[in-house]
């Protein structure tokens, strides 16, 4: 069946009566036309609006096309099984009486009448007498009842069932008998032929219902599965649209939001080619330490510690830089510098945020605000941050811009927008949010009552009397973000303004971060707002809009995201590019398209949520596929969409492990607003000020210049992958506990080796064989031992300190390299060691046996305490008068230091035990 026809049911008197639908989407048999959704819509929103509750258009399409395949499917079995129907038509007759069955089928067209009969041109009987294109109306009347029996017996479509509810005709008629006897009369002939064989007729009609009875889309992914090769290519579009249609409606008025949840463990490789190409990274930038400030938050506080008023940038105390700076910290990263919508202001003041700022992510330009002090004051700023060693970094937001920015109201062609509203049930009767005389924009008013996630706003051209809708940003996870425009990057010169956008940042800050980053990738501006057929229902209305692949790629050939990073690279080359990014897309990222850093919201969820066998699944594949991706991860405990730090890890043992980790493993640690200081306050992208009144935790600050500080100050050692190695925690019985991370890192002569528990239990075990890694210049998958990958001499002592406890150790060499090394681990317990150093020797044999394993403050000064060094007696010479004679040489030969001569000599003699500098 290659045609493809306009999708229709029948509708009752009662219904047409009650929801008053336009006359135009009936056919002359009385059936609904729906030739495309734009009719599905305006039927719905006929019964919208008398029910008073919201009736999706994806359901009245989904219906129409059920009905309309079934009709297809009798079709289909008729060129199977010549003069079926008519011959079920004249044995229905026989079988309930001339009389009967005219009385029945007269009721059927009483109650849901064609054309000409509702608008009494005709009686029932003078079309019941009738034809159309050669087939009598008895025949076809017959099959109409067929097919209302079966979708009465269908419970997905029960909420609708006013619609063609068949109880009128199961009163006074031979209705329902005459269609059981039709039902044992097809049962009786022979089965469907071709994919449905073995199936009678009445089976195939009734098994959508039967597979899924509650589901009209899993009612049409069945009937796709079925009877898609019957259909035909372009009816199969057609379903698999309504299918995306049922999935959009499925997601409006859905008020959840944000990146929240869990995280995947990310596996590699996808549709687009994911060939290598990392961006080169310039010395400075694994070393990167960032921590995040809301700029308007931060500055309230720092003007109540500091007592007097702290609101420009310029003004932000150097004192407050060099605290940084002895922190280890070397990127600051300031949210919500740019001058933002004040149409967003204005929105959530109206939803009762009389507080509020704008959203830092709804901007007007992508200038510095005015009341932050503007470019002067970030010049000021930035000097002073590097004269400390510390880079700025800005946010950009690329895919949308606020609703009043001077983009909508320049460059509106720039935008995603429709010339009337995607949906009839939307209006737009609340106050114009643009300062701008040239310009009017209005939110939709559902959603000030918050009935409706609206998708567009209303741009109105006071000049030119243009009126457009414009989508609002939206990354399907959520709601729209209603203060924002949606770019439309299959525009060329959207594609090139965004560009010189960014290089613009990048003249200005040397680390950008890229907001929602994963939304520009190709797969995902099309999977979001140019769905291929099947694949939609991430953005309501938007699979009207869908094109196939090829469609796709023709406009918008290449990555975006990877002809900025050559840009960048060409233009302004010492920036850092760092992409907030999810959906199994962060190897992508800087693998291929090549951002210098990519989000890992993998490490918070999991080590938070204690998932440690997945994270080290994570770390695994990673090492597995590429180890370079390692390197490239951010590492965060929060981040602005999440609560804070102290909320998730709390302030004890574990928080302390896990930031251990983050500052240990290779990547880029990123600190939150307040982490240090243990703030609990989750701040809005809109908070102008904090709203609770929180002070510093000297304490938890206190155990940061303890344990995590020193390690910030390390980074070097940690940042690079070509030394790291991640092992396995053996227990006994040969098992790996998977709540255990190992994990040591090598740069020059400096080593480091970290061991955390992430749980609250006790645990002992060896660490001595690292997980697989792919060696890249082989192309296989190896491992190494602890003490190849600690670089260990095979004989002496290792001495190293624990950053935790701050205590030293000493271990036996060819200990770790026969059996690595044992630890007894308590709840979330960790260690950190580092400073290694190597001695050998008796003396210190027996310095290792007397301590067992135990830590100690300084091991020299044990070893000192052990083996005193020895007093030698000053040997008492007489001293003898020289004579007059004796010349000035013979008396200077005399005098010469034979003794101490001889002692300096033994000091310095090769192997001496009681010399612990490195001595391999």
Known sequence: ??????????????????????????????????????????????????????????????????????HILIRQYELQNPGVMQRALSQARERMG????????LRFLETFPPVAVYQNQMTEADYLNGETAGRPHRQTTLEEMLILNVTNQNPAVLPYKELFDDEPLRRGTVYEALVQGLADFLNAEPAFGGSGAGET??????????????????????????WGALLGEAFIQRILRAMDFVKEDAIRGNFA????????VPQFGGAYAEYERFSPDRDWMPRCVLIA?????????????????????????DEELDKLAARGITGLWLIGLWERSRASQRIKQRMGDHDAVASAYSLYSYDIAADLGGWPALENLRWRAWQRGIRLSADMVPNHMGIDSKWVIEHPDWFLSLPYPPYPGYTFESENLCDDERVAVILEDHYYSRSDAAVVFKRIDRWTGDVRYIYHGNDGTSMPWNDTAQLNYLKPEVREAVIQTILHVARNFPIIRF????????????????????SGGAIPSRAEHGMTRAEFDALMPQEFWREVVDRVAAEVPDTLLLAEAFWLMEGYFVRTLGMHRVYNSAFMHMMRDEDNAKYRQVMKNTLEFDP????????????????????????????????????TLPGLPMFGHGQFEGFREKYGMEFRRPKWDEWPNEGLIRGHEWRIFPLL???????????????????????????VFAHSNRFGEERGLVVYHNKYAHTAGWVKTSVGYMDKASGQIVQRTLAEGLNLPKDGYAIFRDYVTHLEYIRSCAEMWEKGMFFILGAYQCHAFLDWRFVSGEKWQKVYEALNGAGVESLQARFDEMFPPVQETPRVEKKKRATRKKTQESISSEKKPTVRRARTSKRGKAGDESAPSDML
């Open 1 to 70: 069946m290659k045609s493809c026809l306009p999708f229709e049911f029948h509708v009752s008197r009662w219904a047409r009566d009650t929801y008053r639908f336009e006359a135009g989407l009936f056919a002359t048999d009385g059936r609904v036309v729906l030739a495309d959704f734009s009719a599905a819509r305006r039927f719905a929103a006929q019964m919208t609006a008398v029910r008073g509750a919201p009736v999706p258009a994806s359901h009245v399409y989904a219906m129409g096309l059920i009905d309309e395949i079934l």
């Open 201 to 226: 007729l009445i089976e195939a009609l009734r098994a959508p219902a039967r597979v899924a009875p509650y589901s009209l889309e899993g009612q049409l992914q069945f009937l796709l599965e079925r």
């Open 515 to 534: 907001d929602a980053a994963m939304t520009l990738a190709k797969k995902h501006i099309q999977r979001l707002w140019f769905p291929e057929p099947g």
């Open 628 to 663: 370079q991706i390692m390197k490239r991860y951010v590492n965060f405990m929060n981040n602005p969409d999440e609560k804070t730090a102290i909320e998730q890890f709390g302030d004890g043992d574990k928080y302390f492990g896990v930031a251990t980790m983050m500052s």
């Open 713 to 739: 100050h390390k980074r070097y050692l940690f940042a690079e992958v070509e030394n790291f190695l991640l092992y396995d925690f053996f227990v006994e019985g040969g098992y790996v506990n998977e709540d």
């Open 293 to 317: 400030k809301n700029t308007y938050v931060w500055l309230e506080q720092l003007s109540r510690w500091y007592q007097r008023d702290i609101h420009t940038l310029d003004a932000i105390p």
């Open 257 to 264: 939001g944000g990146f929240a949840g869990s995280a995947p």
């Open 98 to 105: 001339a009389h009967a069955f005219e009385q029945a089928q």
